[in-house]
């Protein structure tokens, strides 16, 4: 690590040496040109510096690169190289320093002092100082790279503190070739979700209303489209709708289990969560193992139907094979004559052995996760998240 600090060092040292050389030699000829008598003010200022990081002396070249008194579009780049070079180093407040006495800086033409606030935002971001860095990246102006690297910096702020609403809006006032459906359809979800979760089925609707002009066929807004359609009493619809889902996209059966528990519930028939049960795996037969975990891990091993497919899956042995074999005799019996607390016992050990597993895995960069996210903690990116192979 410290060999690597310092060929960085050298590194910036060299960069910084030819900055120097070149300002140098443009401000003396400059000089000669003028009056015949070059000065090497500019020039010895920089050596100071140097010397300073050479001799691993930082608050003494940064006290010298502070003090320079003229900063113009040559000599400018090497203050940003060196603010950067702070930053990578985690030295966050000499960091800050530098991009503030360049932002101070009243000569400084507008596309550096645009950078400086960049580079000051992204300081603060790496220092933790969310509403300070957010506040920075919403003073850079139109048009330009920085302008847009800065909306896209407050959109994931605003994703990280899950202001949706904020997120909406940033992500809306992007030009029409520069937003992000997907990501706005998912704003919109989250919203709609958190309005269900309260029951406000109106405000629900008008999200999902949302994310229809964007994509008609955006498959979280079905699966929040068939939980309305269930919190608003339309069973029959909101059923359909499920299988429909299930249809397209049976990664995500673990997740739309407790929907369809619910759906059961609000019927008569005390045996139709199992009638779910039995036209789910008639329909994904490979999804067997999915179906077990799900029961398992929302606690809706409850019915007989539930009990039985968690028994036929344990008899199969393909997976769990040590609890196969260490309830042989048991599982070679008839399900039913299971007693209340052996299959609570065996429902303990599933539980015990799918803890921690990893039952989600990102697409892009591989995170695991027992639950399922449609925001990769990881990546940040939005969907990515599969059924592992282990459970399907
Ligand atoms: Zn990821």
Known sequence: ???????????????????????????????AARDATPTINLNADYMRGLNFMLSEQPDKALDVFLQMVDVDSETVETHFALGNLYRKRGEIE?????????????????????????????????????DRAEALYAQIEKPGDFYDLAQRRIISLDEQQKDWKK??????????DKQDIQKLSHYHCELADIALRKNDLHAARAHLKEVQSYKK??????????????QDGKTNEAVKQMFAVMAQEANLVSELLPGFYTLAQQQEDPEQFDKYLTRILEQHPQHQGVLVAALVRHNLAITKGSRKLII??????????????????????????LSEERFAAILDLLKMAGHGKTAYQCTQCGYGSALHQWQCPGCKYW?????TAQYQ
């Open 312 to 337: 036929d899956y344990l008899r199969e042995g393909k997976q769990f094979a040590s609890l196969h074999l260490l309830l042989a005799d048991e599982l070679n019996a008839n399900s039913e004559e």
């Open 94 to 130: 000499r960091a800050i320093r530098i991009h503030q006495n360049l932002i101070a800086r009243p000569n400084l033409n507008k596309a550096d002092k645009q950078n400086a606030l960049f580079n000051l935002a992204e300081d603060y971001l790496k220092a933790g100082l969310l």
């Open 383 to 387: 969907d990515t998240a599969r059924a």
């Open 167 to 176: 997120a909406i809006i940033v992500a809306k006032a992007q030009s029409k």
């Open 1 to 31: 690590m410290e060999t690597l600090k310092n060929i960085t060092y050298l590194l910036f040292t060299l960069a910084a040496a030819y900055f120097a050389w070149k300002a140098g030699r443009r401000h003396a000829l400059r000089q």
């Open 217 to 230: 066929d955006f498959l979280r807004a079905q699966i929040l489209t068939t939980r309305l359609a269930t």
